[in-house]
């Protein structure tokens, strides 16, 4: 049994607690990983807020970069000091979604996914109670126990207090214009919020060739983020109709793409409202728990798609040492969105900087 540092969530809206906790052995088709690095993503801060709703207490943390070090019985996807990328998003490999190709729609995701396959936690606490895992990643530990369809080996010379953000926020955005909309070249996008996500929305739009990149946010740092990775035109949406900006700014016309990182209801019906008939919205971020949008029907009778992007439409076995690849050949902008590196003990301001924008990502270093 292995010790370690962990960030625990024990109650809405309080803070996490850093305590010495054990790690249980990994069973079979198990992988114990020690992390090395950990993102601090949206999607961790709605557990906190509980906008999404989780078993209690938690050890949050899903972008996570480390090394393997000890594998169960009839592990075959990894062995020890494989560096890995987590995938919150499990792969089976032979459901009927990972066969027909959309493995990140994994039947996988219908099991509970704060408990390993068996029902049962690795985690323990000094007082010997048991503690929940987050989407069976909990990347806020020095070290965890994740299923083997949740980890993904990945080249040794990269960082992986770097490449760690692929394992959330870069694939998403990424992959939702690459595999979802499959943006062509020449085309025209519209990025709604640009942090974490967005940026490589941005990003992979000027990788894809696209023309016109339009980025809408509310807050001028990250306008200037948004500049740096690749935009052509900036709204800020405090100050201007994003809607008016974007026929202005195409002729009238109205934008082939929409992409959204906010997860917010009017952000969604206002993606529809910028494209031109037959133009396609896809919804990235993730909604507070029971949120609705309302939209003009009509808007889809003239052929618009409106749709989402799931860890974006990744194969993730394929496409994220793909995109450490294109990283490593200098193609994809990662560093740049490590506004802030702290350590584990820090993870509490971690997420006001978070809350207020302050910061593209920040990365958890664990030494
Ligand atoms: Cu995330």
Redesign the pocket.
């Known amino acids: 049994m292995a010790g370690a540092r962990a960030a625990i969530l024990d109650a809405v809206k309080s803070a996490l607690s850093i305590e010495e906790i054990e790690v249980l052995p990994p069973g079979p088709g198990e992988v114990q990983v020690k992390y090395v690095a950990s993102g601090v993503?949206?999607?961790d801060l709605h557990a906190i807020t509980g906008d999404m709703l989780h078993p209690l207490p938690v050890i949050l943390g899903?972008?996570g970069g480390g090394i393997v070090e000890a594998v169960g019985s009839g592990v075959t996807t990894c062995q020890v000091g494989d560096h890995v990328l987590t995938s919150y998003i499990p792969s089976c490999g032979t459901c009927s979604y990972c066969t027909i190709g959309r493995p990140n729609l994994c039947a996988l995701r219908d099991r509970p996914r704060h408990l390993m396959l068996d029902g049962t936690s690795r985690f323990r606490r000094r007082d010997g109670s048991f503690v929940n895992h987050f989407l069976q990643v909990s990347s806020f530990a020095t070290r965890a126990v994740l299923l083997q369809e949740g980890v993904i080996p990945i080249r040794k010379d990269a960082p992986l207090d770097v490449v760690c953000l692929v394992s959330?926020?870069v694939t998403?955005g990424m992959g939702a214009v690459l595999n979802r909309a499959k943006v062509k070249p020449g085309s025209t996008v519209v990025v709604f919020g640009c942090g974490g996500v967005g940026l490589n929305v941005i990003q992979a739009a000027e990788l894809a060739g696209a023309g016109r990149v339009i980025a809408v946010d509310r807050l001028p740092y990250k306008l200037g983020l948004a500049e740096e990775f690749g935009a052509t035109h900036l709204i800020d949406a405090s100050k201007e109709d994003p809607v008016k900006r974007v026929h202005e700014i195409t002729g009238g016309v109205g934008a082939d793409y929409a992409f959204e990182a906010i997860g917010a209801p009017r952000v969604i019906e206002t993606m529809l409202e910028c494209l031109h008939r037959g133009g396609e919205a896809y919804i990235i971020g993730v909604s507070p728990h029971g949120a609705r949008i309302s939209i003009d029907p009509s808007l889809l009778v003239q052929e618009r798609v409106l749709s989402g992007s799931s860890f974006g439409g990744s194969r993730q076995r394929v496409d994220l040492p793909m995109i450490v690849d294109l990283f490593m050949q200098g193609k994809v902008k990662l560093r740049e969105l490590v506004s802030r590196r702290l350590g584990l003990d820090d993870v509490n301001r971690a997420f006001e900087l978070l809350n207020r924008g302050e910061v593209a990502r920040s990365v958890l270093v664990y030494t």
């Open positions: 993503c949206h999607s899903h972008e959330c926020g998403a």
